[in-house]
């Protein structure tokens, strides 16, 4: 199962981004999906997901800086960043599993991940 991410780049402080994660062997309705974020010298950190049975879940750090939502028709699945700041600057990953279900925070769960992109946020 492959998921491709897309949309990141550089970006001025103050705009707004949507990453895009394709998945063609990866349906996202009724299978659970997750945004993570690893920064430069950081740790990986999870910003938002979908669960199995299609609710949202944002991080308490990330509430109301960032929508997460899906176009199942298109298998698709996307993050808008609202307000970039220098220290949204990180690779984001997309990731999701088949046999989850519900959500989980914890990334180890999680079975299928891309290869990243790529988010640089200019001051």
């Known amino acids: 199962v492959q998921l491709v991410e897309s949309g990141g780049g550089l970006v001025q402080t103050g705009e707004s981004l949507t990453l895009s994660c394709t998945a063609p062997?990866?349906?996202?309705?009724?299978?659970?999906m997750i945004w993570v974020r690893q920064a430069p010298g950081k740790q990986r950190e999870a910003v938002a997901g979908i669960g199995s049975d299609g609710s949202s879940h944002v991080a308490t750090s990330m509430k109301g800086g960032v929508t997460i939502s899906s176009d199942n028709a298109k298998n698709t699945a996307y993050l808008q960043i609202h307000n970039v700041k220098p220290e949204d600057t990180a690779v984001y990953y997309c990731?999701?599993?088949?046999?989850?279900?519900?959500?989980?925070?914890?990334?180890?769960?999680?079975?299928?991940w891309g290869q990243g992109t790529q988010v640089t946020v200019s001051s």
């Open positions: 062997e990866f349906a996202f309705d009724g299978n659970a």
């Open positions: 990731a999701g599993d088949k046999e989850m279900r519900g959500f989980s925070w914890y990334l180890g769960a999680w079975t299928y």
